[in-house]
């Protein structure tokens, strides 16, 4: 993606009519200046996915997708963002160019797209092999049959069969020596001292052996949102340990980022408007034979929240299933701490614990399919378990135990962003508690505040829209943790609004540019993107942010959400935000002075300035 000029990408998005390149998967009407049509990321009877010509975005306000030509085409096909490009370039007769580079960057570029290329093609091969295995074996085909899997499900997923051989793949590979086998994670390989070499260290390495990482297991190749095999699972058919083994993490799999039966399900998770993940790839496989077919797994590991990540982009709700054991519920505690941070208003997640003799595979095939969807809907929201969680093992009728909860809770409910959501579980909690709500958010906030600094402050009453230089580092302190939500409802508005960042004052640009976190390097990204783009589309800030690597922390404030509203409207929302984060201010920077004792002339006169300057906020705000 780096090495497509973004003068290049914005042309592109300038060119390109969204609405034809949506329209030729969903049906659009004409709705005034948009149109609209079913959501094709989440089931829906009435329309609420609205697509812009004049911003060239679209946006559903049932499940939340929202993004330009080129981010639908990487939801809705599974492209990846270079595909996307160069199949709408096509489209609009426009040649694809490459950033200028040097030689060597130019070269090592076009090895490592190679050498991935091989990998790809060397797991390929495998697969063929194992499938072939498969097929000559009674004892595996067996297994899978008392499994209840019938053959068009083995072929759909390609199942295969590793055969109880140290160097089976050498009957497919002659060149058993060869690095790519290492590499792939196909092959396991020791040093003299009998150490396991990882496959990145493998490159150069003395090897004094090499064996299949597979044997005598049921093969499950993994495949990418592409459908390009990136690594394998393993199965053993009889008792042994471990029950299941993954490739280790090589240049193509990682297993914090992918999941099991994410291609093959993403059709019917969209149709859905649901994912559910649980803990096997026989459960996906047995769910998907007899019917539910919007299942993934991970790949051996705890869920991370890049896999809730990158979920929440197939729909806008997810329901994990695990088992109603001790080791279950931890892992759906860890499964709930991965999705606090990325939860909104617009996403749900739920939690599902069947009964302790089933598991999702033995439950479908003894009870059915309806049987297994009523109990997805009767699983628990994830406000339900938090809360649960929370006041586990605690005596809440007591002091020290609702003390105990509030200091458990503290960094649980401070991970989710400021939405209603937060508010809720905040207002359950207290009255779990029997805590006034605003006591328990001092509470749950004393964490975030941070002793007033001694920065100098900005000029109090600025003339807005005069040009100003950029800040080489901040000028302004940090604001603590209750302001946050000020300056991400600024940091929203402007991102769907720039225009309106010229509007501001230079105290209030400092005080943005300067805030902690994703507010602050949001920001700065965009006061630069302004300087080289004076008019700039949603869509093309939208795919600027992507480059950039700061996606994620613009879509975490939602300003998809505020396309459709009017500038004009939004202004006072802007304009409030940013004083009450100027407020906060003055009286941190207000109380450091009074700490210093106002000693001399100068102190004196900046507090009694900035007391000025409060009075006119408190004023003013009243009337926004």
């Known amino acids: 993606m780096s090495l497509i000029p973004q003068d290049f990408i914005q042309e592109l998005l300038g060119r390109v009519d969204i609405v034809e390149v949506v329209g030729r998967s969903v049906q659009l009407k004409k709705a005034g200046t948009n149109y609209k049509g079913l959501c094709p990321f989440h089931t829906e009877k009435s329309a609420s996915f609205t697509v812009?010509?004049?911003?060239?975005?679209?946006?559903?306000?049932?499940?939340?997708?929202?993004?330009?030509?080129?981010?639908?085409?990487?939801?809705?096909?599974?492209m990846s963002f270079p595909d996307a490009v160069r199949e709408l370039a096509r489209d609009a007769g426009m040649e694809l160019p490459q950033q200028e580079a040097d030689e060597g960057e130019q070269r090592r570029a076009a090895e490592q797209r190679s050498h991935k290329v091989r990998l790809r093609e060397v797991l390929q091969q495998a697969e063929g092999f194992y499938r072939e295995r498969l097929r000559a074996s009674t004892r595996a085909i067996d297994y899978l049959k008392g499994r209840g899997l019938s053959g068009r499900s083995a072929a759909r997923y390609g199942l295969g069969y590793a055969p109880d051989d140290w160097q089976g793949l050498a009957k497919v590979f002659p060149n058993?020596?060869?690095?790519?086998?290492?590499?792939?994670?196909?092959?396991?390989?020791?040093?003299?001292q009998g150490q396991t070499l990882e496959p990145s260290q493998a490159a150069g390495a003395t090897v004094a052996r090499r064996y299949?990482?597979?044997?005598?297991?049921?093969?499950?190749?993994?495949?990418?949102a592409q459908g390009e095999i990136i690594g394998f699972g393993g199965r053993v058919l009889d008792r042994g340990e471990p029950k299941y083994l993954n490739s280790p993490e090589t240049e193509l799999f990682h297993k914090g980022e992918e999941l099991y039966g994410l291609f093959e399900a993403r059709q019917a998770i969209q149709r859905h408007g649901q994912v559910l993940v649980v803990e096997?790839?026989?459960?996906?496989?047995?769910?998907?034979?007899?019917?539910?077919?919007?299942?993934?797994?991970?790949?051996g590991t705890a869920c991370t929240p890049e896999h809730v990540r990158k979920l929440f982009r197939y729909c806008a709700q997810i329901v994990f299933s695990f088992d109603g054991d001790t080791a279950g519920r931890r892992a759906a505690a860890r499964a709930m701490q991965s999705a606090l941070p990325v939860l909104s208003d617009e996403r749900s997640v739920k939690f599902l614990f069947l009964p302790a003799e089933h598991d999702p595979d033995s439950f479908v095939r003894e009870l059915g399919a309806d049987a297994f969807e009523r109990e997805i809907a009767r699983a628990r929201p994830l406000s339900v378990f938090l809360l649960d969680h929370i006041g586990e093992g605690l005596a809440l009728d007591t002091a020290e135990g609702r003390a105990q909860a509030i200091a458990r809770g503290r960094e649980l409910i401070g991970s989710i962003p400021e939405s209603a959501l937060k508010g809720q579980i905040v207002n359950e909690l207290a009255q779990r508690l029997r805590t006034p709500a605003d006591e328990l958010r001092a509470a749950l906030a004393l964490p975030g505040h941070r002793r007033a600094g001694s920065a100098a402050p900005p000029p109090a009453n600025s003339a807005g829209g005069a040009p100003r230089p950029k800040p080489v580092e901040?000028?302004?302190?940090?604001?603590?943790?209750?302001?946050?939500?000020?300056?991400?409802?600024?940091?929203?508005?402007?991102?769907?609004h720039p225009g309106l960042w010229r509007d501001i004052s230079t105290a209030q640009h400092d005080l943005l540019v300067a805030h902690a976190?994703?507010?602050?390097?949001?920001?700065?990204?965009?006061?630069s993107y302004l300087d080289e783009h004076a008019e700039p589309t949603p869509s093309s800030v939208w795919e600027a942010l992507r480059a950039e690597g700061l996606l994620e922390a613009a879509e975490a404030l939602d300003p998809a959400e505020l396309l459709e509203r009017d500038t004009a409207?939004?202004?006072?929302?802007l304009r409030g935000a940013?004083?009450?984060?100027?407020?906060?201010?003055?009286?941190?920077?207000?109380?450091a002075l009074a700490a210093e004792g106002l000693a001399d002339p100068a102190s004196r006169l900046e507090y009694q300035g900035l007391s000025l300057r409060l009075r006119e906020l408190m004023r003013s705000l009243p009337r926004l």
Not at 578 to 591: D, G, P, V, Y
Request: aromatic residues 6%; proline residues 4%.
């Open 578 to 591: 940013l004083e009450s984060i100027e407020m906060a201010w003055i009286k941190q920077r207000q109380q």
């Open 474 to 496: 901040p000028r302004m302190q940090r604001l603590s943790r209750p302001q946050v939500d000020h300056a991400r409802t600024a940091m929203r508005i402007l991102l769907a």
């Open 212 to 224: 299949d990482r597979l044997r005598d297991r049921i093969t499950f190749p993994i495949r990418n």
């Open 280 to 299: 096997g790839y026989l459960d996906v496989i047995a769910l998907a034979q007899h019917g539910v077919e919007h299942a993934v797994a991970t790949l």
């Open 517 to 527: 976190g994703s507010v602050g390097e949001l920001a700065r990204w965009l006061e």
């Open 176 to 192: 058993y020596e060869a690095e790519l086998l290492l590499q792939s994670g196909l092959v396991v390989a020791r040093d003299a």
């Open 52 to 78: 812009s010509p004049s911003k060239q975005f679209y946006h559903c306000f049932g499940c939340g997708a929202h993004g330009s030509a080129i981010g639908f085409l990487m939801e809705q096909s599974g």
């Open 569 to 573: 409207e939004l202004q006072p929302d």
